[in-house]
């Protein structure tokens, strides 16, 4: 009932409105979205299956260990502009955490 309230939507919609925009300003700064982004980058991948309305703005924040700078995360829009000319796929392997998929 409580969550049914149109006053309650409207302050969601406002504060996610605010977050985001709050979390792109930190992008823009590469030193301190990495450390917000050990603290938050599950928050924002659980973001991307939650929020539908919001996937594709979501999804520019995220970042992802790579072969290239095996140390250093990248976006997703700084790999593809990367990627070599006739490189049509990009694989990925998904595990819990970097060592586990070294072995």
Do not use: P, W
């Amino acid at each position: 009932m409580l969550q049914q309230s149109k006053i309650l939507k409207f302050i969601r919609k406002n504060l996610v409105k605010i977050c985001l925009e709050l979390m792109q300003e930190i992008y823009e700064d590469k030193d301190n979205y990495k450390i917000f982004y050990e603290q938050f980058g599950k928050n924002l991948k659980l973001g991307i299956h939650e929020d539908s309305t919001n996937r594709k703005k979501l999804a520019e924040l995220l970042l992802y260990y790579n072969s290239h700078s095996r140390n250093e995360i990248t976006s997703l829009k700084n790999y593809i502009s990367r990627m070599k000319k006739n490189q049509k796929n990009i694989y990925y392997i998904t595990k819990k955490n970097k060592k586990t998929i070294k072995n």
